[in-house]
């Protein structure tokens, strides 16, 4: 079990999250610096900044490399902590440098354009920026923050993006359970994991047109909230346990 939090000044939430750490590390992309030390300042703990590239580039086996010589640089142990602050890239670098460091994660994301946040998964890429595989992880990250203010101010596009990610689930995961497919948890598809992903179906036909233009005026409503809870939570529960089809295996290539 994990907590996720998705609400107007989730962030807010974050220092009484970090109390039994003796050391928080933030990752984040190179060009979020400022929100970074917005997110360093409500630690009330000594904290490492690490910055990783932008999209793709930072799900390489050379950028986690980076990652764990600056946790032992600063002298992390499993005590510590580890903050994902931005969109999926890094969500899947954080996740990834804390499974492997052996301390516990936090996920902040600023946009909600997939469903990495949730996910006890990282998608690793070459350093050339092709596919490699995937990192299944042994349980999913600790804490989940979406502040839902922050996210309204993303470009609309990336909201709209995550609606794209998020259509999928339903119809992946009604394909795995009728042809009997493994889902990404080596189980079968259950009644619960189509109930979700059909809950995030019918949440994007219903809010996504008005969380698309409330994400354009950068107004966070009821129903961009509702979009942020489907593109991040309910594809992310329902991709795990429904499971993956044709969408993600044209992708992949």
């Known amino acids: 079990p994990y907590d996720v939090h998705i609400a107007r000044g989730a962030l807010d939430r974050l220092p009484g999250l970090v109390s039994d750490a003796s050391r928080v590390a933030i990752i984040?992309?190179?060009g979020l610096p400022g929100?970074?030390?917005t997110v360093a300042a409500l630690v009330d703990r000594p904290v490492t900044l690490i910055s990783v590239p932008d999209a793709e580039a930072a799900k390489t086996p050379q950028v986690l490399g980076g990652c764990w010589d600056a946790l032992a640089a600063a002298g992390f142990t499993r005590n510590d902590l580890i903050v994902g602050v931005g969109g999926g890239k890094t969500h899947d670098t954080a996740k990834a440098a804390a499974h492997y460091a052996g301390c516990?994660?936090?996920?902040?994301?600023?946009?909600?354009?997939?469903d990495a946040p949730c996910s006890a998964l990282s998608v690793i890429y070459t350093d050339g920026g092709v596919f490699d595989r995937y990192l299944f992880?042994?349980?999913s990250p600790n804490v989940v923050l979406?502040?839902?203010?922050?996210?309204?101010?993303?470009?609309?596009?990336?909201?709209?993006?995550?609606?794209?990610?998020?259509?999928?689930t339903y119809f992946e995961?009604?394909?795995?359970?009728?042809?009997?497919?493994?889902n990404c948890v080596g189980g079968k598809?259950?009644?619960?994991?189509?109930?979700?992903?059909?809950?995030?179906?019918?949440?994007?036909?219903?809010?996504?047109?008005?969380?698309?233009?409330?994400?354009?005026?950068g107004a966070c409503t009821k129903a961009l909230?509702?979009?942020?809870?489907?593109?991040?939570?309910?594809?992310?529960?329902?991709?795990?346990?429904?499971?993956?089809?044709?969408?993600?295996?044209i992708h992949n290539g």
Do not use: W
């Open 28 to 30: 984040h992309p190179v």
């Open 35 to 37: 929100l970074a030390r």
């Open 104 to 114: 516990p994660v936090v996920i902040v994301p600023t946009i909600a354009s997939t």
């Open 137 to 139: 992880l042994p349980a």
């Open 146 to 168: 979406v502040d839902t203010e922050i996210v309204s101010k993303a470009p609309a596009r990336l909201l709209v993006s995550g609606m794209g990610d998020a259509l999928a």
């Open 173 to 182: 995961a009604r394909a795995c359970q009728r042809s009997n497919a493994t």
């Open 189 to 217: 598809t259950t009644l619960a994991a189509m109930a979700l992903a059909r809950l995030c179906y019918d949440t994007l036909m219903a809010d996504g047109r008005k969380a698309a233009v409330a994400a354009k005026a």
């Open 225 to 249: 909230e509702n979009i942020v809870e489907a593109n991040t939570y309910l594809s992310g529960i329902g991709f795990e346990s429904g499971g993956l089809a044709g969408a993600h295996a």
